[in-house]
DNA sequence: CTAGGGTTAG
């Protein structure tokens, strides 16, 4: 359905200028309850609801059906709906206007539009609430472009719009992104002074939230004269989001000050702002109140409170809900997928990150158990978790599952596997997902740009990007970090300063500091020291820790050793949280035999959170994990094979460096063992000997590879002709034939 | 009777 031409609305049609008079009267029967066996009774084909009759010759009215249909709808109990049309035709209440127009509704809302359809077509008399309910039905099943066209039919079959009925059509313009047509509504709107209306302010605040235009949702939200629950509740979520969750907070403080209840709907969005803002406090309030407003059956917002529990790293406190809860939907198995996925990202250690994913793994399992089926966001969050633990294998499987599913079509599944296949290091396969997807979003062409530069493939990724470019889509700054990465790698320095000149002159994007550490990464990797200080200094550039960083690994790999301490000071100026950053600094004055500043940067140390090293390898669906250990704690075979390794790559002029972190006394056996310490150096001797040769090894370690490590596995990568993938917390290192994909750059501490 | 919500890839 393309675009209303502007004149339908405005002229060709006449409106009412005072519809509001013609809106409906309020709700006319009392809500009654029903228990869960009195409604299941209704769907059973055997029991009569003889129940519901009361007196005289055994008819109904049309009143004792309402409530019931209300109940049923708000179950989702479809075959209740069905079984209780089937007794309006049996009484004979077909003709009854009130009834059948609110059974379009409950169609609509139960997704039945076919039903919904058929019974708006057989009303006695059509008015403008069933044409209401029938585009409001169309717009919550998918379909917003029919609801448009069923407008349409409306204005032509002469019937006035209520505020209801511009209120739906608004939100069916929300739907479809149709700004253009929204404003031609918003116009008449305008002219004829109606946003004061709560229908109507209430879908333009949503429409202004959806074009990412909170200003313009929170004026809207104040220009209602009577504001109600769900104004507040409307602007509470336009400012979610629109990344302002401290002010949604506001909002809802001043909501519960004008004496507002909030209902489940409320707080859901409630909780959705404490999830974004890691506000743990505020969102257990709200876990209180809801248990005190009675909503603690709610389903959709049950969920919510246990993905802020899962979110803050309150397990104990998510299992409990999940184990409460008497049913559950397919929204709580993937929030709680998608809960554990996370958690891979900020846990401590390689084991327990390894353990959310498999916890992630086990979960998916027991949902697949209890029937349910998988949808994209199940995917996308399993294809994170593989990714995360570089599970290849098992990513190979969710591949299979989307194929199986139908979802391998899904924009967001096609670019989840993209970067699966790409974190565990196979570019060929994250291509070729790449090119079978049959559309394809600005994220699925930056994804596919990244992971070439990545690996290493400048030319291929910047190709990716003028293709993107040819088909009209517009790069943001994230684009344009791998396609200065992608220079960089090459050291194509003219390409890489027209792309940043392209970026801001084009596309009016501000270089971040992901940009300008491309360029000084470029220069560094052409050895060019002083030009990337030249830079720093052109552009006013403060650099950040991480800057410093590559600058002090350039500075060093060129043995410029004075301009390397003089930037590891400026480093440690910046009181860098990080210990990674720390052990830099303290390896490099190891190595200089400068103890004093040895001592120094050890009590700076102190503050900071100490890194416990991990790798860890995935063989045959079972994870080995490792840690920094002496040869004592090793097993005989994988110290035999290190041994062995080392020896071999002597010839090859590897020689062991001392190792970084150790304290004074380890110092003797340290530059005896350092060779033998670090994790991943276990667990690529381990992969070796537990899988047969056509089989890469793929290790996953928590903090950056350090330089030792680096050149023994490019010479282990020729010993054994062998392919070894390690994917540190920095990068993705691919080892071959004596090369590595990160060309030896990888910011290696 | 018609409006507002949760899990989502770089």
Not at 171 to 196: E, P, W
Request: one cysteine or more; charged letters at 20%; glycine letters at 6%.
């Amino acid at each position: 359905m393309a675009s209303l031409p502007p004149v339908v609305v405005a002229n060709t049609v006449k409106l009412d200028p005072d519809f509001r008079k013609l809106s409906a009267p309020s709700l006319l029967f009392e809500k009654k309850h029903y228990s869960t066996k009195e409604l299941n009774s209704l769907g059973s084909e055997s029991e009569e609801p003889v129940s519901l009759t009361t007196e005289g010759n055994g008819k109904l009215e049309s009143s004792y059906y309402v409530p019931i249909l209300q109940e049923c709808m708000h179950k989702n109990f479809v075959s209740g709906v069905e079984s209780i049309h089937a007794h309006i035709i049996k009484s004979g209440l077909v003709a009854e206007l009130f009834l059948m127009t609110f059974l379009v509704n409950v169609y609509g809302k139960c997704g039945r539009m076919g039903s919904a359809r058929k019974v708006f077509d057989n009303l006695p008399k059509r008015n403008v609430v069933a044409w209401t309910s029938l585009m409001s039905g169309y717009i919550s099943n998918s379909r917003p472009e029919l609801a448009i066209s069923i407008f349409q039919e409306m204005l032509e079959a002469g019937a006035y719009p209520t505020n209801y009925t511009l209120g739906v059509f608004l939100n069916a313009c929300t739907s479809l992104c149709d700004f253009d047509l929204a404003k031609q509504i918003h116009g008449y709107i305008v002219k004829y002074d109606l946003d004061g209306d709560a229908s109507i302010g209430n879908a333009l605040c949503s429409l202004y939230s959806k074009c990412h235009n909170l200003r313009m949702a929170i004026k809207a939200f104040e220009r209602i004269e009577e504001k109600n629950v769900i104004s507040w509740t409307a602007v509470v979520s336009a400012c979610g989001a629109n990344g302002n969750s401290a002010l949604g907070m506001d909002m809802f403080v001043k909501m519960l000050v004008a004496g507002v209840e909030p209902n489940g709907i409320t707080l859901t969005s409630v909780l959705s702002l404490c999830c974004t803002m890691q506000a743990l406090e505020a969102g257990s309030q709200i876990h209180s109140l809801i248990m005190k407003l009675g909503y603690d059956s709610d389903l959709p917002l049950m969920n919510s409170v246990m993905y802020l529990y899962l979110k803050s790293g309150c397990i104990s406190e998510a299992k409990k809900l999940f184990d409460g809860m008497n049913s559950v939907s397919l929204v709580t198995w993937n929030a709680m997928i998608a809960g554990y996925a996370e958690m891979i990202s900020l846990a401590a250690d390689g084991l327990s990150a390894y353990s959310c994913g498999i916890e992630a793994l086990q979960i998916f399992q027991r949902m697949n158990r209890s029937g349910l089926k998988p949808d994209l966001y199940t995917f996308s969050s399993l294809l994170s978790v593989c990714s995360s633990l570089v599970a290849l294998d098992q990513g190979e499987q969710v591949h299979a599952l989307t194929i199986k599913t139908g979802f391998l079509s899904d924009v967001v599944v096609g670019t989840a596997l993209v970067n699966m296949y790409n974190k565990c290091g196979s570019i060929n396969r994250a291509s070729k997902a790449f090119l079978e997807m049959s559309t394809r979003t600005l994220i699925s062409w930056t994804s596919m740009i990244t992971a070439l530069a990545q690996h290493g493939r400048s030319e291929q990724a910047l190709q990716v990007f003028e293709d993107m470019r040819f088909v009209g889509v517009k790069p943001n700054k994230i684009t344009f970090v791998g396609v200065l990465s992608a220079c960089s790698q090459a050291g194509m320095v003219d390409r890489a300063f027209a792309y940043y000149d392209m970026m801001k002159n084009e596309y009016k994007i501000n270089p971040v500091m992901d940009h300008y550490a491309c360029l000084i990464d470029m220069f560094v990797r052409l050895n060019q020291i002083d030009e990337a200080f030249d830079f720093i200094k052109k552009t006013n550039l403060i650099p950040n820790e991480f800057i410093w960083s590559i600058l002090i690994a350039g500075c060093r790999s060129q043995g410029k050793l004075d301009l390397a301490f003089h930037a590891a000071e400026q480093l440690l100026e910046l009181e860098p949280k990080d210990s990674e950053t720390y052990l830099l600094l303290l390896n490099m004055y190891i190595s200089a035999g400068r103890w004093k500043d040895v001592s120094r940067v050890r009590k700076m140390m102190r503050d900071v959170d100490k890194i416990v090293e991990w790798s860890w390898i995935n063989i045959r669906n079972k994870v080995h994990s490792f840690k920094f250990s002496s040869k004592k704690h090793q097993s005989d075979e994988v110290a035999k094979l290190l041994d062995d390794l080392i020896d071999r790559a002597k010839p090859f002029g590897y020689k062991a460096e001392t190792d970084m972190e150790i304290d004074e006394e380890e110092k003797e056996e340290a530059t005896n063992s350092a060779a033998h310490r670090h994790s991943e150096k276990l667990a690529v001797a381990f992969g070796l000997i537990n899988t047969s040769r056509e089989v890469q090894i793929r290790v996953m370690k928590n903090i950056g590879m350090c330089r030792d490590c680096h050149n023994f596995i490019k010479l282990v990568s020729v010993l054994t002709s062998r392919t070894i993938i390690i994917r540190d917390s920095k990068r993705l290192h691919k080892f071959y034939n004596g090369h590595c994909s990160c060309k030896d750059f990888g910011g290696l501490v």
